[in-house]
């Protein structure tokens, strides 16, 4: 056993241990300000439907209310803000999107565009299909028969050998 913990086996051990203890509290400060949540439970409970409808804008598809990212904690006490001035969800949500386009939300609404950017692989996907199979037939199709004259010119060409 001890064999199995020398060298750079156990520097890489202790390197890794040492580097979870030293990242616990991090954890700990991950946990949202308790400043930031509204007074009142309902306002909080509505502030908090909104931001998970919302994008943060720096994180890969993760909502301002799940993520620990420094622009959502801003985006989050944004959304509190007008929520405290007695705004409607949509109200919030509307504004956000004003200011920073359909991008923000989860679940953007379906438009045109939307339709075209989800459209556009499955039409390309169809077309590389459709070319791959007329080639295709094009390649196996059965020759043409031949002519008379082309007959008499083969037959000449194999009575020369």
């Given at each position: 056993?001890?064999?199995?913990f020398?060298?750079?086996?156990?520097?890489?051990?202790?390197?890794t241990l040492l580097?979870v203890?030293?990242?616990?509290?991090v954890m700990?400060?991950?946990?949202?300000d308790p400043?930031?949540?509204?007074?009142d439970?309902k306002?909080?409970?509505?502030?908090?439907?909104i931001?998970?409808?919302?994008?943060?804008?720096v994180?890969?598809?993760?909502?301002?209310?799940?993520?620990?990212?420094?622009?959502?904690r801003?985006?989050?006490?944004?959304?509190r803000?007008h929520?405290?001035k007695?705004?409607s969800?949509?109200q919030v949500?509307?504004?956000?999107?004003?200011?920073?386009g359909?991008?923000i939300?989860?679940?953007?609404?379906?438009?045109?565009?939307?339709?075209l950017?989800?459209g556009?692989p499955?039409?390309a996907?169809?077309?590389?299909?459709?070319?791959?199979?007329?080639i295709?037939r094009?390649?196996?199709?059965?020759?043409?028969p031949?002519s008379?004259?082309?007959q008499?010119?083969?037959?000449e060409?194999?009575?020369?050998r």
């Amino acid at each position: 056993m001890r064999a199995l913990f020398r060298g750079k086996t156990a520097f890489r051990l202790k390197a890794t241990l040492l580097l979870v203890c030293l990242s616990a509290p991090v954890m700990a400060w991950a946990v949202d300000d308790p400043s930031e949540m509204l007074p009142d439970p309902k306002q909080e409970r509505q502030a908090e439907a909104i931001g998970a409808q919302l994008r943060c804008l720096v994180c890969q598809n993760e909502s301002i209310e799940d993520s620990s990212a420094g622009l959502a904690r801003d985006l989050r006490k944004v959304v509190r803000e007008h929520v405290a001035k007695g705004e409607s969800s949509q109200q919030v949500i509307d504004w956000m999107v004003a200011r920073y386009g359909n991008f923000i939300r989860l679940s953007p609404p379906v438009t045109i565009a939307t339709l075209l950017l989800w459209g556009m692989p499955v039409l390309a996907l169809l077309i590389g299909i459709v070319s791959a199979v007329m080639i295709f037939r094009r390649r196996t199709a059965t020759p043409a028969p031949l002519s008379a004259a082309e007959q008499a010119r083969l037959r000449e060409l194999g009575d020369d050998r």
